[in-house]
């Protein structure tokens, strides 16, 4: 099961300290600023392509990574190369998405070059300037040559930001490289413009037939994902008394309403801000980072108590779903789940195979092979020599993310089923963060 498309070094955690740094600190160097963007790509690893093509943190052309605005300080020098910005699943950030990055991908920018961004890489892999591609596009090429997020700010300069901004994330999520899809595209976004529709809230899919259509792209950003909605919280990383503290009966409530916010229900409201995946509420010492956020389910680090997953409606309310073998059979699905006393999480490796057998894999155990069955809302799991044995029920259904509760010696026991591996050693940190 992977992600469609395309979900915020080796993990965020471990790399904080590089955030925004140049790894060559010699100072007799002009620093510059290089910014790495479709929305601006935060914790994306920044290299040189002096010598190679490929960007990997363990390599000598590793000149940093980005900072949440998509910003690098390097030494001047470094623009004598082309530059590569690696776009890391489920590490990286991009301010145009809600949570960390559901895919990797790799940007290219020649020689010279500030900005690291579709658009350049176009230029770099197909071997073209500027202004071929601007024709291509059917834009000016100051639009696309540059920063197109920040001549939003400037009124004149707004609309045809708004364009360029679009044709970015577009060639972005669809990976459009070729002459003939860029001037589809192209022809498409001018249309668009001539009719006057408001370029940042469409989104361009493709159709059954491959053809370039409009869609209303909805929570585009984090403030517009909350606002007007109530959530509920419930963490994964501590055990809450039912008596006292946010989290009573292991649920904690926010309603978002026009900028402020409401916990459990009281008569308080608290300002909030929501920028990129990052939700503050001062008033409450609230910090909220968003890693996953889809129509029925969100992932959010919490500066209250570590992991939460956020929900619409309360789980522990919520009637228990019928999960169809097709989101089983022949896929691998990643259980994350606590140890005993909700101590480090584990990563459990489910290899669903047609004729309902399986194989189970903890974290970089050997295999054991297994059987499953998945009938009315429950879906149960053994190994062959009978010393594990799984119940699992599905509370929402989600193509990357699937809370589920196990029942462990009676008692009830939350984790997640997670699309892929990579995002599901993501969360296990974020799990795991200041655990030992």
């Known amino acids: 099961m992977k992600f469609k498309r395309v979900i915020f070094p080796a993990s965020i955690l471990s790399t904080v300290t590089l955030m925004g740094c140049n790894l060559d600190t010699n100072d007799s160097y002009s620093q510059t600023e290089i910014t790495a963007m479709s929305g601006y790509l935060g914790s994306a690893l920044i290299c040189s392509a002096e010598k190679a093509q490929s960007c990997n943190e363990d390599r000598s052309n590793v000149l940093g990574t980005t900072n949440s605005n998509g910003k690098l300080n390097t030494n001047e020098t470094s623009l004598q190369h082309p530059l590569i910005a690696r776009v890391q699943e489920g590490i990286s950030f991009d301010s145009d998405k809600i949570g960390v990055a559901r895919k990797s991908y790799t940007l290219f920018a020649p020689a010279g070059s500030t900005v690291i961004t579709p658009f350049t890489t176009i230029m770099y892999t197909k071997k073209i300037d500027i202004e071929t591609l601007a024709g291509w596009l059917d834009m000016e090429v100051k639009f696309i040559s540059g920063d197109y997020i920040a001549l939003k700010s400037n009124e004149d300069d707004n609309y045809k930001a708004q364009q360029a901004h679009l044709l970015a994330r577009t060639i972005s999520d669809l990976d459009i490289h070729n002459e003939t899809d860029l001037r589809k595209l192209g022809d498409l976004v001018t249309g668009l413009v001539n009719d006057g529709d408001k370029l940042d809230e469409v989104k361009i899919t493709r159709d ?11 929570h585009n950003s984090l403030a517009a994902y909350v606002d007007g909605n109530k959530f509920t919280y419930r963490s994964l990383n501590e055990s809450h008394l039912t008596d006292e503290g946010d989290y009573k009966n292991g649920e904690l409530t926010i309603e978002y309403i ?67 073998n097709i989101k089983l059979e022949g896929n691998s699905w990643f259980y994350i789940s606590p140890t005993e006393s909700l101590a480090l999480a584990d990563i459990t490796k489910f290899s669903f195979k047609n004729n309902k057998t399986l194989t189970i894999k903890i974290n970089d155990d050997s295999e054991f092979e297994g059987i499953w069955k998945a009938e009315a809302d429950q879906l149960t799991i053994n190994s062959d020599d009978n010393r594990m044995s799984y119940k699992f029920e ?16 009676g008692e009830n026991q939350y984790g997640l089923f997670i699309g892929t591996l990579e995002f599901a050693e993501q969360i296990k940190k974020l799990w795991n963060k200041d655990k030992h």
């Open 208 to 218: 059954i037939e491959n053809n370039f259509i409009k869609e209303k792209a909805n």
């Open 394 to 409: 599905f509370k929402i259904d989600d193509d990357n993310v699937l809370p589920v509760i196990n029942t462990v010696d």
């Open 258 to 324: 026009d900028n402020e916010l409401n916990v459990n229900g009281s008569r308080n409201l608290y300002s909030y801000t929501a920028s990129g995946s990052v939700i503050k509420a001062p008033g409450v010492a609230y910090i909220d980072t968003y890693y996953y956020a889809s129509d029925n389910v969100a992932l959010v680090s919490t500066s209250r108590a570590g992991l939460d997953l956020v929900t619409h409606a309360s789980l522990s309310k919520t009637k228990n779903i019928s999960l169809t």
